[in-house]
């Protein structure tokens, strides 16, 4: 699978014409025609303010909301979709969801996460009583800018709105992860905790209410659905607890640790069961910029080797890993670069498994 760094909108090196002064208004709606300096031309002798005219007569409708879904949801062509938003934007203003869809393109697409602040920013002012907006404005906030509790406070509303929004419980599950390795790395360990159980609470919930039939914008995200993330983030905070448990002498419990790291072998065998193979996500068509390939059946095999690890269970540790280092010998550079599981399994078979602990 290749990705694409597609460069932002406001900076799209378009044609002489633009450049040259052509109003913006103009150069959106001229993007979408064959002939883009003909259509410069025409629209610019016509007066611009004409321009919504023109575009439902050529649309034959002016939905353009629907335009811009159809574009992106179904052809992957987000700029062109970018652009049925704007006009819908220019038509009536008031309305959420337009700057909702762009924002998400600015997020999940092109990286601008600062436009997609902005529109998000929008979509929340002009309707705060929709769940999904919250949300994707407190993940934002807590990965993109850090302000995670402002971010936590956003999840928090979000899940206020609508207590079955299973992807806001697992966003807060992340930002409440975030948080929890911010006090461990400040050594405030058992503030940390405190923060992990949250976590690990979250995506708890967010499993009990999963649903195949999420927000169709973040299945761009999660085009194999989330609920093998949710069984690997909940095993990887379970297993973090685990290790901080055995060796930090503050909070030493080393019960509770061998109890921590075995639920999480079973979350791993969950991810595994419910993950793509690694062949199924490098055959993904035209998937968002910012899914993570790196959560497939392999993952689990080697964070299942880095546990039995710490529960002194070589043997199976190796057997796990050995997978990893199968996998990683197959595999190209460019590919072998995108999977830090894999690498990791393959490094931790190599030093342990060939030469014994």
Known sequence: MKRFLIPLLATLALPTAVNAGTEREIAEFCLKAEDFSGCVKEMSAEKKPVLNNINENINGESDFFDQANSKYLNENDYLTAINYLNDAIRIDPKQSKPYFVRGIIYFLEMQDYQNALLDIQKSVQLDNQDSDNF?????????????????????????????????????????????????????????????????????????????????????????????????????????????????????????????LLNSSLSDFDLLIENAPTLDEVENLKNPSYNFEV???????????????????????????????????????????????????????YGMNCTRGF
């Open 135 to 259: 949300m994707t404005l407190g993940y934002l906030k807590a990965f993109y800018f850090d302000k995670k509790e402002s971010g936590l406070e956003d999840l928090n509303k979000a899940i206020d709105l609508n207590p079955e929004n299973s992807l806001a419980y697992l966003f807060r599950g992340e930002v409440n992860n975030l948080i929890y390795s911010k006090y461990y790395d400040d050594s405030d360990f058992r503030k940390a905790i405190q923060f992990a159980n949250a976590s690990t609470n979250d995506f708890s919930k967010s499993i009990e209410l999963y649903k195949d039939n999420f927000n169709q914008y973040y299945k761009r995200l999660f085009p194999f659905g989330y609920l093998h993330y949710l069984y690997g983030s909940r095993g990887r905070v379970k297993y973090n607890l685990g290790v901080d448990y055995k060796n930090i002498k503050d909070i030493k419990n080393k019960d509770l640790s061998k109890v």
């Open 294 to 348: 790196d959560f497939i059946k392999l993952t689990g095999y080697s964070w299942k080797g880095d546990t039995y690890s710490w529960l002194n269970k070589f043997a199976s540790a190796c057997k796990n890993w050995k997978k990893s280092d199968k996998a990683w010998k197959s595999l190209d550079y460019d590919v072998m670069t995108k999977y830090a599981s894999i690498s990791d399994g393959w490094s931790n």
